[in-house]
């Protein structure tokens, strides 16, 4: 019976080294959860990108000369916030920054429900008769987004809100 639990305590600590090692190895390339630090430049040049990705993608929802083309231009806009947020989430960030990054994160991929959201919406039967009469959409969001923009400048990090469409 105690070369058994010998053998356990072996393979325990073996285990214990294997996780540690991983752990190690982890911090030493920058990983877990984001990207690890980057400097002030370096995440400015992060939040603009994916503002830009963004603003790029809502421009194009009131361009939209169809129903058909809308719903397409919101997936799309959906599926580019997806992406934005999960760049920042993955990308080094700025030491003092972190929860704003955090925050802008979270408002961005909600972005990016809202969007996919209000498609889904669309496409539901009992809306056809009222499409032809939409004449504006506004998401919760893109208040949030710009709300945490703001922070971001007064804090030194050069980024212009997102634009009305």
């Known amino acids: 019976m105690s070369s058994r639990w010998s053998q356990i305590a072996i393979l325990v600590a073996v285990a214990v080294a294997a996780a540690g090692a991983v752990a190690v190895a982890s911090i030493a ?3 877990g959860g984001g990207g690890g630090s980057a400097s002030r430049d370096e995440y400015q040049e992060t939040v603009v ?15 939209a000369e169809s129903i058909e083309e809308l719903l397409a231009e919101l997936d799309n806009a959906a599926a580019v916030a997806e992406a934005s947020a999960a760049d920042l989430a993955d990308a080094g960030v700025a030491d003092g920054f972190e929860d704003e990054n ?4 979270a408002a961005v991929d909600a972005l990016s429900s809202e969007l996919a959201g209000t498609a889904s919406t669309l496409r539901d039967p009992t809306f056809a008769e009222a499409l032809p009469q939409l004449t504006s959409l506004s998401f919760k969001q893109w208040v949030v987004i710009n709300r ?3 922070d971001l400048k007064e804090q030194g990090i050069d980024v212009e809100p997102l634009a009305r469409h």
């Open 29 to 31: 390339l920058g990983g």
């Open 102 to 105: 955090d925050e802008l994160v």
């Open 49 to 63: 990108r994916a503002r830009n990705q963004v603003e790029f993608a809502l421009a194009k929802i009131p361009n």
């Open 148 to 150: 945490i923009l703001g």
